[in-house]
Structure formats: C-alpha cells, structure tokens
C-alpha cells in the first residue's frame, strides 16, 4: 500500500491522476495547484484528494515535482462546482478546472496580486512647514502640501499631479519626510454610491421583495420588458446584499459588459467592483480573481466564465439577459453558465435572479414548474411609453439596396422631426453572395458549405465559419465573365444605400468589421447616445442593454432570414432579436416605433409577436417544443464527431450506437451529417439523444461514453459531447 495524491491535469483524462507526494516537504492540501511529471512533460494541476492509499505499486507512481501554493487556491465549494460541471458536461475534470482559472494561475505563476506604492508622511514630514520651501523648491513645496492633505498619495493621485511628481517625492523621502510603502492592488473599481435610485413601482417592489439576501436560496426569474427596470431591481437587490456584508456576482453576456453598465454600477452602489471579462489583460484577470476569492471585491461583474470564480462571502447572484446564446460556451468545456450559476445559488444557499426581457424557452418552463419564481415586469419604467409595432409588407414594393420606399419615407419622417432611427440587420459585410450573371459560377469557401460574403470596403470575400480570406476576384474563374454580381443585404451594403437616401445625414454602422479597433465600438455607441449620428445600423451588437434615449424608429430590415431556420431554436432566437432590438426605441420621453420589413406578413411567427408581444409568442413556441418532444420539456445531448476524411465521423458514430446500454428511456436520432457539413475543412456529423429526464440521459452516457474512446474509428475522428446544446 502506497499514499497517493489525485492531481486533475488537463488533457483527455476522464479523472485525476495518482502521483506520490513530492520528495521532499509534506503532502499538499486538497485545492493547492502543483507540477507534476507528464510523459515527458512538466504540466500544472489541482490536488482533488489524497493522500489516500493506492493499491497501484509505488513503483509505478511518479512524484509530484513540487507545489506551487502554501495554501488552497480553491475552496471546496467552488472545486465541488467545477467536478460537477465536469460530470455534467462530460468533460474532462483536469480541463475544467484549468479553464475555471485565470491564464496566469494556469501557467503555475504564484496567487498574489499586484502591488502598489503609495507615499505617506513620516512624524518630520507632517511638522514640517511647506512655506519654508516656497521659493526654493516649489515643486516640492506643492507635494509636502498634498501630502498634509490627504494623508497618502497613490500613483493614480500622481498621474492626476502629472510631471515629475514621482522624483520630487523622492527627494522628500531622502530629506525624511515622506515615506514609501506597497500594498496589494487588485485593481478595483470603488463604489461611489453618490446616485439615488429610482422610486421602485409597485411591480418592481413585488420583485424586489422577492429576493431576501439572507433567507436562503431563490430562483428569481424576471421577466421584464426592456427599459421595465430590471437593472433597477438588481441594483436595489444588490445594494441590500452588500448591507449584509456578502458578495454579489453578476454575470452578464460579453458584449452586455460595457462602461456603461460599470458606471451605473460604481454611482449607485458603495464597495468595491471587480469586473472580469476576456478582454482584460492576464495581469487584470488575475488581480480581479484573486479578489473575489478573498472578499475584497463586493461585487464582481463578469462573462460566462466568471461563474467559476470563488466567492469568500457570497449572498447573491445575478444573470442579466439570461436568454443570451453567449452564456453557453460553444466549444470544448460546453458549459451553460446560467445552469451552473443556478446550481450554484443553490448549492451556496442564496437567492439568484435571472433576468431577461425575453426569456429562454428553458426558463420560462422552470418558471411554469415552479422551480424558479416569475416575476413579469409589464410597464416601461418612467414616462418611456411601450413602441407601436407594425409589419411593412415587401412583396410587390420598390426596393433600393433592400430599403422599401415606406421605409425610406418613415426614416425620412423621424429624422424631420428630430428623432434618430436604427436600422438592425444581422448580417455584416456587403453581401452574403457573389455570383456569376453570365454562368451562375457561386463564390463559394472551398473549406466550407458555406458561400463567401463580399466584403466590398476591403475589397475581399470572407468566409464566416472558417474565417478565410481572399481577394476579390476580377473575372469569373469558370467562364471569365467580368459581370459578378453582389446578392443580398448585409451592413455595408444598407451603409450605402443610406448614405444615398440621406446625404445630410451620415449613418454610423455598428458591427464587428467597424469595430474592430480597441474602442470603437465605444466611440460609435457613444457618438449614437449623444445624437451626434441620427442614423445608426448594424448587427446584434445593438440589440443588447445599451440605452439609445433618442431612438424614435427601429427598423428590422430582412426578419425573413430567421423565419425559415434549419435549427429548431430558430424562431425562439428571432423572436427575441426582434423583441430586443425593438426595445432600443423610444425608451425615453419620445414615443417608439417598429417596422420590420418581411415578405411573409401573413407568417404566424410575425403575427403572434405583433399582437401578442414575447409571452403569446414564448407560450406557443412552448407548446410545438412539447408536441415535438424537444427541450426544454425534454433533455437533449448531441454526440459531435468531426475529421478531414468524408466518411470517418459517420462511420465512428455508426460504430457507437451498438454499445450504448439498452435504454428504453432515451431516444436516439442519426447519427445525420451536421447542418452545415463541412467547415474548415473537416466533415462533421452527429447523434442526438433525447430523453424525458436528465437522470436517464446522464445515465445512459456514463455508461456510453468510456467506451467511445476505445474503439478503433476514434482514433480517425475529433468527437466531443455536447449536453443540453444551444446550436446543432
Ligand atoms: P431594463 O434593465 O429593464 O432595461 P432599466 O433598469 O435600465 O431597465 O430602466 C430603464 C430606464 O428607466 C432607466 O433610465 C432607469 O433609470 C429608469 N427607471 C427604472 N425604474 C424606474 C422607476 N421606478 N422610476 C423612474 N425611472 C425608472
């Protein structure tokens, strides 16, 4: 018998690994990360237990090379968490918990954060007298003055005093009147607390009233029309729960982090904000952890991943726009944020509240089995009176580049009458198709089954799924005609046509090719918010949180592209795109309108959205997923394989089905190829399974799963699993 230690390492490895404990020091504690000896590779894990005793001959066991940290980096809550999101998802549990981490933690650097010098004054440096050097010195005369004043100078102070700030106050130390000491900076955002909050209404204190800090766990579903005050009910919720001395994480989709969200934050609540998002630098990511984990941050704002973040104090969580897609991670680790916050909520005791204006099909049905509670916001908060919504029927109408005349007559009204209009279509580019009009030769992606967009600003077709880029070419390669034509709308094309339509007035477009560089997204939201742009387009970059007080019109311009979607969720992802991107207009004193352009104004889709708004819409979709047997009411999981060779994921999925364990309670489906067969140049195909409870789908893939990796067509294919799949 031998002690071992289990140490999750990332890799394909379906539990952790046993190492002996290192050779000289003691045993590391449960939760401390270590180097371990990997083939002959060096690589950093998690200690998820030990010692314990093995059976395995120590001769086989290698040592744990050492350990990185004296104490735990995390606590067994927050390690319970990421071994159940591994099982859940089935994912390996060393992976897991590597991207639970921040990149510098994963690399094994040391768990401090970043330390700051600050200067302050010495016994001598407060007797003394700043006059006596004022014509001397007065530099130094200026900093000793703000010294006696403040007490301490940080460098954020001395980047306000500017100059050479830094060697004057060296010179006072030198003389003994000031001295420096450093402390941890975790880089924190204070709470200034120096904005009241609106009077709540009565449908906000009914939900207010629903989420109590510190009586137990909730599920809190608010289901709120945009500008009804959910941010305002979070913010009431909040502020109590720091009251009570805990922490409050709120996770919110990537795009939905902006500076103005922060700012809200910082003028209405009082402590200190951790913000963690992809966008920061590693040093950031690290500071605003390793204070979540220590209590230092009250509150913590962050992307999908942040629900992995240790919490030393936690009281409440929040998920804002917790229908977004973006909450699911869409490769490798595949999991939901939202769940796993729930899970979380419940697992710690306290309440979450999940907020949307147009809930997931999923939530809405955890809220009709009472699982969570339902809180409808039905009012615009304030004097933000609800937009009109009407279909303006394309079929027979004149068209300029995808714009109806009536379109460009209402855009042409508002602008007359000092409102500002936003025209939301989700697709960038020129066009999604270049076409031959001699022979009909299409410009197709040769990785993908997919069509190249024409990119008429850079002059080049771009691939969407794979990302590959060529140059426009100058004749037709099958038959050499010059006539290439650009087919359909995307941004830059409704660019142009706009800019034709209203010369005076020049559109700002919002997507992800004009917002590239680092800012620019904040520059042209900031130039719409201001009214300095009277015209606005772009993607589903607009359509999330972002408040446009002087839109008057929204246009939809094509909601045909979502009506007609392979994927089921298709009608529920357009329906909240319209409903969202609705929202933007007329949220302040100006009354709103919506038009949304459609060949098929008779589509029931359209119809029940029109009179019914999201609720009628949510309530059919609900009843076809039943009819179906789709999720939500029933679970999903797709089986994913993917390679080069045309035939090899069919083939391993074909070769899975036979050793699944007879299971009458989970339906399986294919395998089929996948929607879009080929992209990248690798051929996918895949397996849907389908059963009435999670117990029996979860089940059935434990026992499934391990002998998927054994047989001899998985060495052909990349496969993965994906549980409870947002896209197929
Ligand atoms: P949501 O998060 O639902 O989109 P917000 O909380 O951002 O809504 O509120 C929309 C606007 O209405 C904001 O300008 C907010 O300050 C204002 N508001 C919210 N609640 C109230 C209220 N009870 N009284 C007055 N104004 C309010």
Redesign the pocket.
Known sequence: MTDIIRVAVAGPFTEALDYLPPANGPAPAVGVRVRVPLGRRERVGIVTAGPTASDLAADRLRPIIDVIDPTPLLDPATMALIEWAARYYHHPPGEAYLTALPTRLRRGDPATPGQSTAWHLTDAGRAAQPDARARRAPRQRQLLEALQRSGTLTPVQLAGIGGDARSVLRRLVEQGLAATDTAPDYGLLPGRADQPG????DE?QACAAAIRPTAGHAAILID??????????YLDAIARTLECGRQVLVIVPEIGLTPQLVQRFQSRLSGRIAILHSGLADGERLNAWLAARAGVADVVIGTRSAVFVPLARPGLIVIDEEHDASLKQQEGFRYSARDLAVLRAYRSDVPVVL?S?TPSLESLANAAQGRYQHHA?TR???H?RPPSMQLLDMRGQPTREGLSQPLIERVQSHLDAGGQALLFLNRRGFAPTLICHECGWLAECDRCDARYTYHRGRGRLHCHHCNREQRLPHHCPSCGSVDLRALGLGTERIEAALTEAFPQTPPVRIDRDSTRRRGSFEQAMQRAQTGETRLILGTQMLAK?H?LPAVTLVAIVDADQGLFGADFRAPERLAQQVIQVA?RAG?AERPGEVVIQTHHPEHPLLQQLLHGGYPAFARTALAEREAAGLPPMRAMALIRAEATDRHAPLAFLRAAVPLAPADDAVERLGPFPAPMERRAGRHRAQLMLLADSRGDLQALLSGWLPALGRLPEARQVRWSVDVDPAES
């Open positions: 609106a009077a709540l209404n906000q709120g029309v945009t500008g009804s005050g959910k941010t305002e009910v907020g204006a916001l615009r908060a304030g933000a949180g408040h929202g949220r």
